[in-house]
């Protein structure tokens, strides 16, 4: 089992919004940045565990916990004119972009912020909090995984 962590604007889309979902569970779209669609495309897994953070919010910070519940598929957002997400370069013959699907597991009993995060010795090879690292999407490893989930 891979252990990820997920950005997304707490406005955009939340972890209420996906709490909210169908089955509670969504695509996760938009990522147009090649090495995040490198690991969503060839390294995210059913099953994969995966931290919710919100970004770029009052308090940013991990906020919750899901699954990833479908491995990689083209993006189709890319190929819509009419979405915030369309890029005209995609080709649906040959995909850019690529998205999982993920499903709510949990939320977490508190928002364990970046800042807290920053104070922790035992998380200074965490992707997240290296510097002008702005990937949407990062991985980590179990130690990492089970050290933040012993903060909530």
């Known amino acids: ?14 972890i209420d ?6 089955e509670q569970t969504e695509h996760w779209d938009g990522v147009r940045n090649y090495q995040a669609r490198n690991m969503m495309r ?3 897994k059913i099953g994969d565990q995966v931290f919710f953070y919100h970004s770029n919010c009052e308090e940013p910070g991990i906020v919750g916990i899901m699954q990833v519940a479908r491995e990689s598929y083209p ?14 370069k995609s080709n649906p013959d040959k995909p850019t972009w690529y998205m999982v699907d993920v499903k709510f597991v949990r939320k977490l ?6 800042r807290e995060l920053k104070l922790k ?7 997240l909090l290296r510097r002008g690292n702005r990937l949407s999407i990062m991985p980590m490893n179990a130690e990492q995984w089970a050290f933040i989930l012993s903060l909530e």
């Open 1 to 14: 089992m891979n252990y990820w962590l997920m950005k997304s604007e707490p406005d955009t889309f939340g």
């Open 17 to 22: 919004d996906l709490f909210k979902r169908p």
């Open 42 to 44: 060839d390294d995210m």
């Open 75 to 88: 993006d189709f957002t890319a190929f819509d004119p009419d979405d915030k997400h369309f890029d005209p």
């Open 109 to 114: 009993s508190r928002n364990i912020s970046l």
């Open 121 to 127: 010795t035992e998380l200074t090879d965490l992707a």
